[in-house]
Nanobody, 114 residues
Framework: VQLQASGGGLVQAGGSLRLSCKAS????????MSWFRQAPGKQREVVAS???????WYANSVKGRFTISIDNAKGTVYLQMNGLKPEDTAVYYC?????????WGKGTQVTVSS
């Protein structure tokens, strides 16, 4: 499985961005997809997840502001980020849980200025 993430950038506080992650390869082996983020000097943390059966989970810090969705026809998972805050600044990573291993995409930088 290969994951290609895009959509990061620089935005002012209160603004919006949409991240995209296109999966290719053995996508049938994926049971869930997630977005993680890692801020400078901090551990990588999960932001949102969506499973094959439609279950969705959000970190408390992003509930009500971020929305994860998936377009199965395009093999793409999205993260719509509204009401961005400076503390959302991080490198965002796409993650897929496979049958026997996890997959990671290259990160995309999100910077929120105050």
């Amino acid at each position: 499985v290969q994951l290609q993430a895009s959509g990061g950038g620089l935005v002012q506080a209160g603004g919006s961005l949409r991240l995209s992650c296109k999966a290719s390869g053995m996508v049938f082996s994926i049971s869930a997809m997630s977005w993680f983020r890692q801020a400078p000097g901090k551990q990588r943390e999960v932001v949102a997840s969506i499973s094959n059966d439609g279950r969705i989970w959000y970190a408390n810090s992003v509930k009500g502001r971020f929305t994860i969705s998936i377009d199965n026809a395009k093999g793409t998972v999205y993260l719509q980020m509204n009401g961005l805050k400076p503390e959302d600044t991080a490198v965002y990573y796409c993650h897929a849980r496979g049958t026997s291993r996890d997959y990671w995409g290259k990160g995309t930088q999100v910077t929120v200025s105050s």
